[in-house]
């Protein structure tokens, strides 16, 4: 059974970094792309950013590039977004997305990032 | 990039009546391979995203067979034939044929 599990979510302050994780199982991680999508408060599911089956090729959202990168590591079955530079208006909860053939197939349970002065 | 536009955005339903959502795309979804890659995801309070339709109309494992989904290039619908209790919350259209992948607003589903 495939799992995704968010680690790495909490309070920061505005400029501050976070890492957020995700554990994968279940799955040939190294065969599939994987996403972050996040969802603020009152607001839609909104896409983040990606990562390449063997993590050579990464984009973001033009709201976070430069400030978040996303890494993983197939040895450990695992995706990272290391996010910098936070601003309040990054304050969301992040999904761990599998995309699979026929397009974001698992999420995650989701974990929560609060960015407050 | 693609922009997904659901209405209506609220959708207040008495318990065992259809309900009907409909997403547009600024673009059509069909991709060069043939495939239309249009799915919608239920998001319950408190829980993560849940894929219910991929490729427009093919409902995912588990998912009841109330939810259909149809349309083709940019006009799309789910539909949900007897709105049950568990299906409030929010529905979404998104679309995976151009980059980046794009959601609509989101569709709240409510029990009168």
């Known amino acids: 059974e495939v799992h995704l599990v968010e680690s790495g979510g909490g309070f920061a302050q505005p400029g501050g970094s976070l890492r957020l994780s995700c554990a994968a199982s279940g799955f040939p991680f190294g065969n599939y792309w994987m996403h972050w999508v996040r969802r603020a408060p009152g607001k839609g599911l909104v896409w983040v950013s990606d990562v390449s089956q063997d993590g050579s090729r990464t984009s973001s959202a033009d709201s976070v590039k430069g400030r978040f990168t996303m890494s993983r590591d197939n040895a450990k079955n695992t995706v990272y977004l290391q996010m910098d530079s936070l601003r309040v208006e990054d304050t969301a909860v992040y999904f761990c997305?599998?995309?699979?053939?026929?397009?974001?197939?698992?999420w995650g349970q989701g974990t929560l990032v609060t960015v407050s002065s | 990039d693609v922009v997904m536009t659901q209405s209506p955005l609220s959708l207040p339903v008495s318990l065992g009546q259809p309900a009907s959502i409909s997403c547009r795309s600024s673009q059509s979804l069909e991709h060069s391979g043939g495939d239309t890659y249009l799915s919608w995801f239920h998001q319950r309070p408190g829980q993560s995203p849940r894929r219910l339709i991929y490729?427009?109309?093919n409902r995912d494992s588990g998912v009841p067979d109330r939810f259909s989904g149809s349309g083709s290039g940019t006009d799309f619908t789910l539909k949900i034939s007897r709105v049950e209790a568990e299906d409030l919350g929010f529905f979404y259209c998104?679309?995976?044929?151009?980059?980046?992948?794009?959601f609509g607003q989101g569709t709240k589903v409510e029990i009168k």
């Open positions: 998104m679309q995976g044929t151009h980059w980046p992948r794009t």
């Open positions: 490729k427009v109309s």
């Open positions: 997305v599998r995309d699979g053939p026929d397009i974001y197939d698992y």
